[in-house]
């Protein structure tokens, strides 16, 4: 004998509501910039000698991290985590013990 499998309810329909898609480089807006901008800053460029992209990879690809990498983080992150509930411990500990100082020193004000 096969059990009967009960009717579900029907589902509402839920609308899907996204986010529009990002704007890639080249549909960004750019401000207009006057010829004397222009030139002031290209001078300033030119005075302090600096690239605006210099040594900067755009490239996507050595962004991937490595299996050693992530396990290199995680411990690292393991380490942060394993200080920060020590420190929080030591600080539960400090505000009861002080607490419990408290309360005993009520108690023998009130016993006098």
């Given at each position: 004998m096969?059990?009967?499998q009960q ?12 986010k529009p ?13 006057s ?24 490239d ?18 393991e ?12 600080l539960?500990?400090?505000?009861e ?14 016993s006098h």
């Open positions: 096969v059990p009967r009717a579900l309810p029907p589902m509402k329909q839920h609308r899907m509501i996204s898609p990002l704007k890639q480089a080249h549909q960004l807006k750019k401000k207009k910039v010829e004397e901008d222009e030139e002031a800053l290209r001078m300033v460029r030119e005075m302090c000698k600096t690239e605006r992209f210099a040594g900067r990879d755009l996507d690809r050595c962004m991937e991290a490595s299996f050693e990498d992530i396990i290199k983080e995680e411990k690292r992150s380490k942060l985590a394993k200080k920060e509930d020590a420190e929080q411990l030591r539960i500990e400090e505000d013990r002080r607490e419990r100082v408290l309360r005993k020193e009520k108690r023998q004000k009130l």
